[in-house]
Nanobody, 120 residues
Framework: QVQLVESGGGSVQAGGSLRLSCTAS????????MGWFRHVPGKEREGVAS???????TYADSVKGRFTISKADAKNTLYLEMNSLKPEDTAMYYC??????????????WGPGTRVTVSS
């Protein structure tokens, strides 16, 4: 079945950087809408960034200018480059995907998540 697996999470100090990866199986990253989300217990899930099948990108205001979403089509992988990390970026980060080029509100495919911890 279609599977997404995140990697690259870890613990860093404020101001540091991490690159998250999302590898897809039985799914083609190229041409489809994909996104990154994050969740903290007790709070609502937050959309971090998305990239559609033609390369159009959207960022949450909270990460704009610090995070970069990209695809490596040859590796069938989605990335999230996170720079200038802040303690409030601490969360479980999830990769998600749709079966369409255009991004809609619902993401039917989700990875299990990778944890990011940013200390002050």
């Amino acid at each position: 079945q279609v599977q997404l697996v995140e990697s690259g999470g870890g613990s860093v100090q404020a101001g540091g950087s991490l690159r998250l990866s999302c590898t897809a199986s039985l799914y083609t990253v190229s041409g489809n809408c994909m996104g990154w989300f994050r969740h903290v217990p007790g709070k609502e899930r937050e959309g971090v960034a998305s990239i559609d099948g033609s390369g159009s990108i959207t960022y949450a205001d909270s990460v704009k200018g610090r995070f970069t979403i990209s695809k490596a089509d040859a590796k069938n992988t989605l990335y999230l480059e996170m720079n200038s990390l802040k303690p409030e970026d601490t969360a479980m980060y999830y990769c998600a995907a749709q079966f369409t080029s255009i991004c809609f509100n619902k993401y039917p495919i989700w990875g299990p998540g990778t944890r990011v911890t940013v200390s002050s």
